[in-house]
C-alpha cells in the first residue's frame, strides 16, 4: 500500500507561483506513476499532470502545459507539482494519487491524499 499526503497548497494571487509536495510512505513508491488532480465542489475531479515511475515520461492537461512541472524524487519518496502563472481558475483542491500504469484518468489510480486547498486571487 501506499500512503499519499500534499502539502504546499494556500491562498495567493493571480500572477503566483505554489509548488505542491506529495509525500508518500511505502518502500514501493518508485515502482508507481503518480498523478495530481484537482477538483472543485460540484464538479468532476479533472487530470492535471501526471510522471511515470522513472520520472521519463510526464503528461499535462492542455491548459497546464505551459505553467506546470510535475516531478518525483524517488530517494525522498515525493512528488511535485510546481504551478506557476496562477489563474483564479485554478482555484481547488488538490489530489496527488498512484497508479501502476500512467494514465489521464483519475479511474486508473488506486491510492489518493486527502487533498491540498489552492486558492488563487484575482
Known amino acids: 500500500q501506499v500512503q499519499l499526503v500534499e502539502s504546499g497548497g494556500g491562498l495567493v494571487q493571480a500572477g503566483g507561483s505554489l509548488r505542491l509536495t506529495c509525500a508518500a510512505s511505502?518502500?514501493?513508491?518508485?515502482?508507481?506513476?503518480m498523478g495530481w488532480f484537482r477538483q472543485d465542489p460540484g464538479t468532476e475531479r479533472e487530470f492535471v499532470a501526471a510522471i511515470s515511475w522513472s520520472g521519463g515520461t510526464t503528461y499535462y492537461a492542455d491548459s497546464e502545459k505551459c505553467r506546470f512541472t510535475i516531478s518525483r524524487d524517488n530517494a525522498k519518496n515525493t512528488v511535485y507539482l510546481q504551478m506557476n502563472s496562477l489563474k483564479p481558475e485554478d482555484t481547488a483542491v488538490y489530489y496527488c494519487?498512484?497508479?501502476?500504469?500512467?494514465?489521464?484518468?483519475?479511474?486508473?489510480?488506486?491510492?489518493w491524499g486527502r487533498g491540498t486547498q489552492v486558492t488563487v486571487s484575482s
Open positions: 511505502g518502500r514501493t513508491f518508485s515502482s508507481y506513476d
Open positions: 494519487a498512484a497508479a501502476t500504469l500512467i494514465s489521464k484518468s483519475y479511474a486508473s489510480y488506486t491510492y
